[in-house]
């Protein structure tokens, strides 16, 4: 049974840092994309983003040239360093692992609160 895990999140000050870590148990994965998404209160989860097994990455826009993302294909192991956090990435942050062709997987973590308040 594969399980999800995020870590990394917790309360910052504007202006700051924080790194997730998202790892992945069991074996069998490649040839997929991992992601970051965040869902805020009141508003639909979306994309933060995400990393090929390839390296191949794609960010959303507003967060474009603050956050990188990056894997350890070997470690099943996914990060995101955020820099120059606003108060506007306040959310709850998921780890998303899938593969988009046989054997199809998809699996989401349970979460981690990145919040950015004085």
């Known amino acids: 049974q594969v399980q999800v895990v995020e870590s990394g999140g917790g309360l910052v000050q504007p202006g700051g840092s924080l790194r997730l870590t998202c790892v992945a148990s069991?074996?069998?994965?490649?040839?997929?994309?991992w992601g970051w998404y965040r869902q805020a209160p009141g508003k639909q989860r979306e994309m933060v983003a995400t990393?090929?097994?390839?390296?191949?990455?794609d960010y959303a826009a507003a967060v474009e040239g603050r956050f990188t993302i990056s894997r350890h294909n070997a470690k099943n192991t996914m990060y995101l360093e955020m820099n120059s956090l606003k108060p506007e990435d306040t959310a709850v942050y998921y780890c998303?692992?899938?593969?988009?062709?046989?054997?199809?997987?998809?699996?989401w973590g349970q979460g981690t609160q990145v919040t950015v308040s004085s």
């Open positions: 069991g074996s069998g994965f490649g040839g997929d994309r």
């Open positions: 998303n692992v899938r593969r988009f062709y046989a054997p199809v997987y998809n699996y």
């Open positions: 990393v090929t097994s390839g390296g191949t990455t």
